[in-house]
């Protein structure tokens, strides 16, 4: 007979789906305190991006981003370290096209998404992406909870940013540079 001890099914189950959270971080995955504060700073040392010189042209969004999006990278100091970063202007609304989002980008941006390579060890399962969803105002997105979407963006679930990514070919998280 095979004896299933009710404690250690729990551990078990408790082991598989709490991943381990890196040393000096917030508990939770994201949206915790360290998470948004990293998000804020990261904000303010980006917000000259739409003069990068790295960046895509307005080219058709897939889901769940923008009708059409505008892609941009570069490298930004934070607390005096440097990061890598993705950054992304989503469009949309009422005859949004690439033409008018030239004449008047503001009027047809409605969200600006960011990757940012952490330090080894950050999310060492998802390649150390720090992810985050601003308004056009630099202000952090919520998710439906309440939980602003800033850090392992829902990480351990099947949806959001960390699973859709995740499936990018070249296994490295980006799609802009598939084929
Ligand atoms: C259902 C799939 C999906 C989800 C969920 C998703 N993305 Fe994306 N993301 C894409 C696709 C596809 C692209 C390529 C450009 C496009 O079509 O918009 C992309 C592009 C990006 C880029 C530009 C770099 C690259 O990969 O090309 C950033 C930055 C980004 N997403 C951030 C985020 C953030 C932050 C979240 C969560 C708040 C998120 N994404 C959620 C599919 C997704």
Known sequence: MIRISLAGLVGLTAALFAYPQPKGEDKKPFGGPKDV???R??????????????????????????????????????????????????????GVSPKRIQEDRGKWLKAVTIMLKRKPGYDKENQDWFWAKFSPDGKLVNNPKGVPLAGRVAKGSSKGCISCHSQADGDDYLFSNDG
């Open 41 to 94: 700073k990261v904000w303010t040392r980006m917000k000259n991006y739409p003069d990068w010189e790295l960046h895509s042209d307005v080219i058709k969004g897939q889901t769940p981003h923008g009708k059409w999006v505008k892609i941009y990278s570069s490298w930004i100091r934070v607390d005096g370290k440097l990061f890598p970063i993705l950054v992304k202007d989503n469009f949309r609304g009422r």
């Open 37 to 39: 504060a990293f998000a």
